[in-house]
């Protein structure tokens, strides 16, 4: 634990340091080395193309997805009007898109226009106490959780926005092998043009650094926060991983019949 007004860990984590820790814990976390990602760039076309099977991935997605988009609403630590501006400027990447757009908009119809048959509508994904009705464990607790740690310190925020760009491609290159028009959907396509979500990665870094330098003491709780997020996260995979699984399954036993 940290002493008043250290600026290193017992750990020997340093607040210049900070970048580095949360490249290493994001190596360890790295999403496209989950095998849900291959499994799905590997399943025969007839499986690939299963509405309810797109429909659940959807689901369990956009909920993480949703409960980090919410959560940046209550970041700490940053109410200075000068931090003000820079966090308005990543709520405006997630919700204030042209034309009144939001990510949350775009995912929907990226996984409709696949055929997925999307579970719940999109104002259904409300308070995380009452969107984990809808979810499996592991999703549940990781929505709970981005609720609960990103109002807590930034290193949630630091580790999801770090590790956003690995996953959205992962996504991304996994369905086109099936629907090749996927990497032109807005939400991918938008965002890999313009580097949102290195830009987020930077910020957030940036931003987290800043306020350690004046707190240091902050540094061991922003740490931990950003590992628990991190194997949170690997749990997700690992339920759309079930998902895919189950579903090729299913699709044996039909043909077996
Ligand atoms: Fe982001």
Avoid at 185 to 207: L, M, N, T, W
Avoid at 221 to 228: M, N, R
Wanted: proline share 5%.
């Amino acid at each position: 634990m940290l002493s008043s007004g250290s600026n290193s860990t017992s750990e020997g984590s340093s607040v210049m340091g900070f970048p580095d820790v949360i490249a290493a814990i994001a190596e360890d976390h790295r999403p496209s080395e989950r095998a849900f990602f291959q499994r799905l760039r590997s399943l025969p076309a007839s499986v690939a193309s299963d509405p309810h099977m797109l429909g659940e991935l959807y689901l369990i997605y956009q909920a993480a997805m949703h409960a980090t988009r919410a959560a940046v609403y209550y970041l700490p630590h940053l109410d200075s009007p000068a931090m003000r501006k820079r966090k308005l400027q990543i709520f405006i990447d997630d919700d204030g898109l042209p034309g009144g757009d939001t990510h949350h908009y775009q995912l929907t119809r990226a996984f409709k226009n696949i055929g997925a048959l999307c579970p719940i509508g999109d104002e259904d994904f409300g308070d995380a106490d009452e969107l984990v009705d809808h979810l499996d464990p592991a999703t549940a607790k990781f929505v709970q959780l981005a609720k609960t740690l990103y109002a807590r310190s930034l290193g949630p925020w630091c580790i999801v926005e770090t590790m956003s760009d690995d996953w959205m491609r992962a996504l991304a290159d996994s369905l086109s092998v099936h629907f090749p028009s996927v990497p032109t959907e807005p939400y991918f396509a938008d965002c890999f043009s313009q580097g949102v979500e290195e830009r987020h990665a930077e910020e957030a870094i940036a931003v987290t650094q800043s306020v350690l330098e004046r707190r240091p003491e902050l540094l061991a709780q922003t740490i931990e926060d950003a590992k628990t997020m991190a194997a949170a996260l690997d749990d997700v995979w690992v339920v759309m991983d079930q998902i895919v699984q189950a579903t090729i399954a299913k699709h044996e036993s039909a043909l077996t019949r």
